[in-house]
């Protein structure tokens, strides 16, 4: 590990002086991703700024029907929070299935998100709840959609100076649901071959679908959304044939690789079975 | 630039006060520095949980840690667990149930199993096999560690 100088603020705008002061730094959170780059040195960062603590990044509430998630809380915490288990069950699936309970216990939603791996279980967990992601910097904040945050593996648009502050998404109405599915090559401990998480709309007098979205993992450079699905279900109440169709739409759409974890041609296959489930079990939430 | 910083922290029960480097893992620190050898060093990334140990209640791969990140915080590690003249009672039910073979995995499965115990005194079986579910073992096949967890669970009221 190469040397650097540890630090650890107290407040949001002392990280923010210590980041301007030393611009060859990383942050450290739960240090899960991390710490594994800088055993490997590939990350040799001259300051490590820990924002384990910071109070600003570390809540979890509801303010006028907005869940807000701080970037530091952990997986652990999240699955263990009233407020999260009563309105986004899916998250807390999501981050249920991250890692180990060693792992859980110390990585945090904003980390998980921040290292961009296109394989990262609460990513498309949060996409389908229509999530915004916060950046804090010395000027102010920004937010942007969740999906718009990633530009490749490892690679996001936030900017040197930022952090990522919290996500904040909608309570879900009783209209709406959302279901998450993930397939490891072991039920413990595995980083996803494939995941899918799906968010359904509906119209209850009808039975149709008025809104839908679908997110995936570890199919593309980047987790991702299937517009062209989503829009095949708008309209539609969920029979088999109109689950197949769209399920058959992921897997022609998305553009998977060979690696250690899989294969293309597997991963175009499992996609469309989890979106599959993933519908199945939105749609039975609501009907 | 490599200077060494002070950290106070509450470990196995003791207040230390100790100088280290900042780019130390808490793994290192704990094996080299301080000499409690009882936590393995396995495969350093967190997939195999011999380095787990028990951070202010919680469990931590100690190789993901660095050692300056537990400043004010309290650790436990195997040999806060018991000793040669007082064992534990999840050590007892190990040796019992023939729990260890190689024992590398041992000190990191019995932190696992006691932070369970701590938060689930009469877990289910398959809460048992969830707890281990950071923790590799590659000679038991789980079975017999899963049982000795059982008996300490059973024997709670």
Known sequence: MSQFIYKKPKQLQEAFSIMKENPAYSIIAGGTDLMVKMKDNRITAKVIIDVSELNDLREIKEKQGTIYLGAAVTHTEICKSELLRGFAPALVHASGLVGSPQIRNRGTVGGNIGNASPAADTIPALMAYGAEIVLASAEGVRSLALEDFFVGPGRTVISPGEVILSIEFNKLQATQAVSFEKLGKRKALAISVVNAAAFLEIDKTKAVVTKARLALGSVAAKPIRVSAAEEALIGYSLSDDKIKEVAKIVSDSITPIDDVRSEALYRKRIAGVLTQRTLIDAWKQLV | ?157
Do not use: H, W
């Open chain 2, 1 to 157: 630039m490599e200077e060494k910083m002070k950290i106070k922290f509450l470990l196995n029960k003791k207040n230390i006060e100790v100088e280290v480097l900042p780019n130390r893992r808490l793994i290192d620190f704990l094996r080299d520095d301080l000499d409690l050898i009882g936590t393995k060093l396995g495969c350093g990334e967190g997939d195999c949980g011999a380095c787990t140990v028990i951070i202010n209640g919680k469990t931590a791969n100690s190789c993901l840690v660095l050692a300056p990140q537990v400043d004010g915080k309290e650790v436990i590690t195997i040999e806060g667990l018991g000793d040669y003249d007082k064992l534990d009672s999840l050590q007892q039910a190990f040796i019992d149930e023939g729990a260890v073979q190689c024992g590398f995995c041992t000190p990191g499965m019995l932190l696992s199993a006691k932070t369970l115990l701590d938060e689930n005194p009469k877990p289910s079986r398959e809460e048992i096999m969830r707890s281990m579910s950071g923790n590799l073992c590659r000679c038991t096949g789980y079975v017999k560690i899963a049982n000795a967890i059982e008996k300490v669970a059973n024997a709670n009221n």
